[in-house]
């Protein structure tokens, strides 16, 4: 038998038992699940927005919805802290708010081309020059969560958006792309850094519209930063000089039909030819957790066969509430569990520390009646007995 043909013989074999080893790896894995275990109140009648939680401190960043920008500090048994408003006056930094939390022992708030930070009373201590296009722009409504970082004992915050559409996208443009801005929170220095290698769905010649801005998690307390982008299947995972370290690959979920764009072809005007398609393939939207063990959230598109013109308005928003959610649970670099459903409105949207997040949804869709306080769950992750 040629010798070649030995090669190749051997090459598939090998390639199909790695496949199936690490089908039955997944396959043996324990299945889990999210136990309401907690709940976190407060004695207030206007709605919150919860942008972020300091495990140590055990304290929550809120703001009212609205154009007021009225900011709280809320301890875990729903005592105001600290209470001010930031939208004007010269404490302020604005209405525009793309991201807020806790850097350390301090609060940065990154808003339109520039990078505030407060103490835990809410008093405006510095501020530092940040350069950023963005598509969007929020009145104190952050689109993701913030995310810090511990490097040589100092506070970093991960500041950069990656939003923008361009009017034509470089086909070297995720081979040039540095995923990181980290923002030293006491001298404004910017440290850039962090590609994605080949295994990225992103380094294969194609562009998948609305599904390339990435999802961050990181926190003081976490050995690594992590990242996922929505069209993608990887967990990259980079240490302190970001440098790649580790990647974890997740098993996407059905309906999963993605639209791309030949790379060469990727540019504004091409995205509105697929934007009727891009509901039909799953995204990974968010990221929570504490340390090294997080959960990585995943919504699979809607059903392909549903997706028909001259649907109403309710049949459209039916359509959009029939994407199933999943979270994926990730400890110390590898996932340890199958992915877990989740039916209830809303999102586990912070890591609490311990495998206990919050589940944050309007609160007309958490309570059957009416409450006059406002309350929001705490679930444990474990495995199902």
């Given at each position: 038998?040629?010798?070649?043909?030995?090669?190749?013989?051997?090459?598939?074999?090998?390639?199909?038992?790695?496949?199936?080893?690490?089908?039955?790896?997944?396959?043996?894995?324990?299945?889990?699940?999210?136990?309401?275990?907690?709940?976190?109140?407060?004695?207030?009648?206007?709605?919150?927005?919860?942008?972020?939680?300091?495990?140590?401190?055990?304290?929550?960043?809120?703001?009212?919805?609205?154009?007021?920008?009225?900011?709280?500090?809320?301890?875990?048994?729903?005592?105001?802290?600290?209470?001010?408003?930031?939208?004007?006056?010269?404490?302020?930094?604005?209405?525009?708010?793309?991201?807020?939390?806790?850097?350390?022992?301090?609060?940065?708030?990154?808003?339109?081309?520039?990078?505030?930070?407060?103490?835990?009373?809410?008093?405006r201590q510095r501020n530092f020059s940040f350069e950023q296009e963005t598509m969007v722009r929020m009145i104190h409504a952050p689109l993701d969560n913030f995310n810090s970082f511990n490097i040589d004992n100092v506070p970093h915050g991960i500041a950069n958006l990656s939003d923008r559409l361009l009017d034509k996208y470089p086909l070297e443009y995720f081979d040039?792309?540095?995923?990181?801005?980290?923002?030293?929170?006491?001298?404004?220095?910017?440290?850039?850094?962090?590609?994605?290698?080949?295994?990225?769905?992103?380094?294969?010649?194609?562009?998948?519209?609305?599904?390339?801005?990435?999802?961050?998690?990181?926190?003081?307390?976490?050995?690594?930063?992590?990242?996922?982008?929505?069209?993608?299947?990887?967990?990259?995972?980079?240490?302190?000089?970001?440098?790649?370290?580790?990647?974890?690959?997740?098993?996407?979920?059905?309906?999963?039909?993605l639209a791309r764009i030949p790379m060469e072809e990727a540019g504004r005007q091409e995205f509105g030819a697929v934007g009727k398609d891009i509901s039909l393939g799953g995204s990974f939207t968010h990221i929570a957790g504490h340390g090294d063990g997080f959960i990585v959230e995943y919504k699979t598109g809607i059903d392909p066969e549903k997706n028909r013109s001259?649907?109403?308005?309710?049949?459209?928003?039916?359509?959009?509430?029939?994407?199933?959610?999943?979270?994926?649970?990730?400890?110390?670099?590898?996932?340890?569990?199958?992915?877990?459903?989740?039916?209830?409105?809303?999102?586990?949207?912070?890591?609490?520390?311990?495998?206990?997040?919050?589940?944050?949804?309007?609160?007309?869709?958490?309570?059957?009646?009416?409450?006059?306080?406002?309350?929001?769950?705490?679930?444990?992750?474990?495995?199902?007995?």
């Amino acid at each position: 038998m040629n010798y070649r043909y030995l090669l190749f013989l051997a090459f598939l074999f090998s390639g199909v038992f790695s496949c199936s080893s690490s089908r039955e790896e997944l396959n043996e894995q324990p299945e889990m699940e999210f136990v309401l275990v907690d709940s976190l109140v407060f004695d207030e009648l206007q709605t919150l927005r919860i942008l972020d939680y300091h495990p140590v401190k055990e304290i929550f960043l809120m703001v009212t919805q609205g154009l007021e920008g009225r900011y709280f500090i809320v301890n875990k048994n729903g005592e105001v802290l600290a209470e001010e408003i930031l939208s004007e006056g010269p404490n302020a930094f604005g209405m525009v708010l793309h991201r807020a939390g806790f850097v350390g022992d301090e609060l940065m708030f990154v808003s339109d081309q520039e990078i505030f930070i407060y103490d835990l009373a809410l008093q405006r201590q510095r501020n530092f020059s940040f350069e950023q296009e963005t598509m969007v722009r929020m009145i104190h409504a952050p689109l993701d969560n913030f995310n810090s970082f511990n490097i040589d004992n100092v506070p970093h915050g991960i500041a950069n958006l990656s939003d923008r559409l361009l009017d034509k996208y470089p086909l070297e443009y995720f081979d040039t792309l540095n995923y990181f801005h980290l923002v030293n929170s006491v001298t404004g220095e910017v440290v850039k850094g962090g590609k994605i290698d080949e295994s990225s769905i992103f380094k294969q010649n194609y562009f998948y519209p609305r599904k390339d801005k990435p999802i961050f998690f990181s926190d003081m307390h976490s050995g690594v930063l992590s990242l996922i982008l929505p069209a993608d299947s990887i967990v990259f995972q980079f240490d302190k000089n970001l440098g790649l370290a580790n990647k974890i690959k997740l098993e996407r979920q059905e309906p999963d039909q993605l639209a791309r764009i030949p790379m060469e072809e990727a540019g504004r005007q091409e995205f509105g030819a697929v934007g009727k398609d891009i509901s039909l393939g799953g995204s990974f939207t968010h990221i929570a957790g504490h340390g090294d063990g997080f959960i990585v959230e995943y919504k699979t598109g809607i059903d392909p066969e549903k997706n028909r013109s001259g649907l109403s308005r309710e049949d459209l928003e039916a359509n959009m509430a029939s994407r199933k959610t999943f979270y994926f649970p990730i400890k110390d670099g590898q996932q340890i569990g199958k992915a877990v459903p989740w039916e209830k409105p809303g999102i586990l949207k912070l890591g609490l520390g311990n495998g206990r997040y919050l589940h944050y949804a309007d609160q007309a869709d958490i309570h059957k009646e009416e409450k006059d306080y406002q309350c929001y769950y705490i679930y444990e992750l474990r495995e199902k007995p």
